[in-house]
């Protein structure tokens, strides 16, 4: 079946300038996870929705960061007020339950 | 310390080397174990769980060694394929299941 998508691929944007990023998980994935990848860095843990709810949000680096799941599917991390090092890839996983993670392609922000 | 932390590498190993990777980790509280692997602007993939009694998938095999806090992973007859970023992963029990990676070892298998 389809996996994991992610939209837009790749987005540059201005300092300064809010950004939503997409995620439409696996159908039938109850949880879903933001991760994030800086250059040189290993992948940070952002946020865990499972359904709609959001009981793990202790990755999101500072208040301009914030993210919604509706209809248990898609979500949509947005970014306000960008900074350059919000400047990273964006990863959006899906599972059932405390299955398999499986990733999205991400997408890349570039901050100018 | 990191939570999880991995040689740094790079790895450069010829066709048909044996390469092992080691990976050690902080919180004891750990209860699952993977190897991602990940390709040049690719997304995570996960190559294979890791248990404690030690599991092979082919040619790769994979070792966690509770008391020690230590998770290995061992390719033999790498092939040109191979070549990847290595991401050892832990995952908690309760609460998110949120995974926490290592920065990853790069291998690259020469011709």
């Known amino acids: 079946g389809a996996g994991v998508s992610q939209s837009p691929s790749n987005k540059v944007t201005e300092k300064g300038k809010d950004v939503e990023l997409r995620c439409d998980p696996i159908?039938?994935?109850?949880?879903l996870y933001w991760y994030r990848q800086s250059l040189g860095q290993g992948l940070e843990f952002l946020i865990y929705?499972?359904?709609?709810?959001?009981?793990?949000k202790s990755g999101l680096p500072s208040d301009r960061f914030s993210a919604e799941r509706t209809g248990g599917s898609v979500s949509t991390l947005t970014i306000q007020r960008t900074q350059q090092e919000d400047s990273a890839v964006y990863l959006c996983?899906?599972?059932?339950?405390?299955?398999?993670?499986?990733f999205g392609p991400g997408t890349r922000l570039t901050v100018l | 310390r990191k939570e999880v932390e991995q040689d740094p590498g790079p790895f450069n190993v010829p066709e048909g080397a044996t390469v092992a990777f080691n990976c050690t980790y902080s919180?004891?509280?750990?209860?699952?174990f993977f190897w991602y692997r990940q390709d040049c602007r690719k997304e995570p993939k996960l190559l294979m769980s890791?248990?404690?009694s030690g599991n092979e998938d082919g040619r790769f095999t994979a070792q966690l060694n509770r008391a020690s806090q230590y998770i290995s992973l061992l390719i033999r007859d790498s092939k040109l394929s191979d070549s990847a970023t290595y991401l050892c992963?832990?995952?908690?029990?309760?609460?998110?299941?949120?995974?926490?990676f290592g920065k990853g070892t790069k291998l690259t298998v020469n011709p």
């Open positions: 996983a899906s599972s059932r339950s405390t299955d398999t993670q499986y």
């Open positions: 929705f499972q359904g709609n709810s959001a009981p793990d």
């Open positions: 159908s039938g994935h109850t949880a």
């Open positions: 890791v248990y404690s």
């Open positions: 992963v832990v995952r908690f029990q309760g609460g998110s299941e949120k995974l926490v």
């Open positions: 919180n004891s509280a750990s209860q699952s």
